[in-house]
């Protein structure tokens, strides 16, 4: 019953939003097995230790108070938010294919290093979005997702202005390729960095939340 049209979402990729199902069937996955074999290993050592590590990331822990263990637990809020939006970035910027257009930003038309870039790219405008929410909210607004969730995505807007409209541009002219014009208008881009946005805030919002 409905082979066809199951079959046809299987090879889309939507059916990345169920365990990156689409990206890990990738030929440029698939022909790397050990190396995925490993990665997975790595990923799931480290989504351990950030979940033991996560209550040291709450305001109420020891020593909560001096100016050192509070840039610590920011730091911390910053990186497991930053690593929930960049899952959700990959799966956006894979179900629209531009993982080519993201290896592009280092001369290369690479699926697997596009994906790769994603890595440090996520972590990096993290910490403009955990900026963002640390100076645009106060205590109270920063530990309710819903403010979260706006602010993350209005830092969006703001991430693409700087980085894609304008930022894109400059560094492949400074590389030498003048192809792209300034503003640079990349819709599909300004859509990924809206969601990344979304799950930023809601997650540093939960972080933020001190027990009840």
Known sequence: MFETQLYAIHNSPW??????????????VRARYLESVFGS????????AVFWGSRWANPMSTDGKT???RI?????????AAAY???????????????????????????L?????????????GFCYGGGLQLGLNSQQRSRPGFGAVAGC?????????GVA????????????????LPFFHVESLIGLCIYGLVFGTMYSLLCNEPG
């Open 154 to 162: 209005l830092s969006g807007v703001f991430v693409w202005i700087g």
């Open 72 to 80: 610590t637990i920011t730091c911390r809020r910053t990186v497991i």
């Open 166 to 181: 304008v930022g894109v541009p400059i560094w492949f002219w400074l590389r030498s390729v003048h192809s792209v014009p």
């Open 41 to 48: 290993i790595v990923v799931f050592v480290l989504a351990v």
């Open 67 to 69: 100016r050192g263990r």
């Open 15 to 28: 059916v990345d939003l169920f365990g990156l199902h689409y990206t890990l069937d990738r030929p440029a």
């Open 85 to 111: 939006a960049t899952i959700a970035l990959g799966v956006v910027v894979s179900i629209q294919e531009n993982f080519r257009a993201v290896s592009a930003l280092v001369g290369t038309s690479s699926v």
């Open 113 to 125: 290093i596009g994906g790769l870039l994603l890595i440090p790219i996520g972590t990096g405008i």
